[in-house]
């Protein structure tokens, strides 16, 4: 599947299937980081997400020419291997997490949910390697795939005012990090102590598309040591 659309008067959506595997998201890595690799000043930003890419670009380019752009670098990402062409799917990133306690006040829900103790939540949470399939909600917040089946726990009914920092949250089949303080319905489970955003990095956010990721139970007296830092 490959399909072009008109989003608004400034930018194109490029979908490559409707649902989300591993498999349709190497396509829209392969075509992002070629059509990333032309630096055409007519591109003014790059989206990708679970399945799809979009590309906003400068008034004065009509919709038919970046149309063609699309397309041609789409029939030359399919036909051509760079050595550019998946350099996100290479970094492997692990993220200490504190489980439980003040830290994950939902933990022991999600183990009642399942039938299991506290102990296998985080053991199966810890065991799978997560691919992060996109940024969004907020500066550098990862939707990850990945999560054992077995815990998978749909979100809160009522979602919270104020999830601090840091915190490691189950939504459905997915598991996240939150690189600040803000609303959310998300289980948490535990929180990370390293920043996983800040300004005065470059790049700012710690993780990004592509990134594969793995979770390491840390103790509090761990979590203190760590807190703050960035990885």
Request: charged residues 20%.
């Given at each position: 599947?490959?399909?072009v659309?008109?989003y608004?008067?400034g930018?194109?959506h ?6 989300i595997s ?15 690799h ?14 799809s ?18 397309e041609?670098v789409h029939?030359?990402?399919?036909e051509?291997?760079?050595d ?17 306690g003040e ?7 999600v ?14 949470h ?15 917040f990862p939707?990850?795939?990945g999560?054992?089946p077995?815990l ?14 840091g915190?490691?949250g ?7 990090l939150?690189?600040?303080a803000?609303?959310g ?9 390293l920043s ?13 598309s ?19 830092k960035?990885s």
């Amino acid at each position: 599947m490959f399909k072009v659309l008109p989003y608004g008067d400034g930018a194109l959506h490029v979908q490559f299937q409707e649902t989300i595997s591993e498999e349709g998201f190497e396509k829209v890595q392969n075509f992002f980081n070629h059509l990333s690799h032309l630096q055409d000043e007519r591109i003014l930003e790059l989206i990708p997400t679970y399945h799809s890419v979009t590309v906003f670009y400068r008034p004065g380019s009509s919709y038919l020419e970046m149309l063609n752009l699309v397309e041609e670098v789409h029939h030359r990402s399919t036909e051509i291997e760079m050595d550019t062409s998946r350099p996100a799917l290479l970094r492997k990133v692990e993220i200490p997490v504190c489980y439980g306690g003040e830290f994950g006040p939902d933990l022991k829900h999600v183990a009642d949910y399942h039938k299991l103790t506290v102990e296998e939540v985080i053991a199966r949470h810890t065991a799978s390697e997560y691919l992060v399939y996109m940024i969004g909600f907020m500066p550098g917040f990862p939707y990850m795939g990945g999560l054992d089946p077995e815990l998978a726990t749909p979100r809160l009914i009522s979602p919270r005012s104020l999830v601090p920092q840091g915190s490691v949250g189950i939504a459905g089949q997915q598991t996240g990090l939150y690189p600040l303080a803000s609303p959310g319905g998300w289980q948490l489970i535990g929180r990370t102590p390293l920043s996983l955003f800040d300004a005065n990095y470059n790049p700012p956010t710690m993780l990004r598309s592509g990134d594969r990721v793995r979770f390491m139970p840390i103790s509090r007296k761990d979590y203190n040591e760590l807190e703050g830092k960035r990885s």
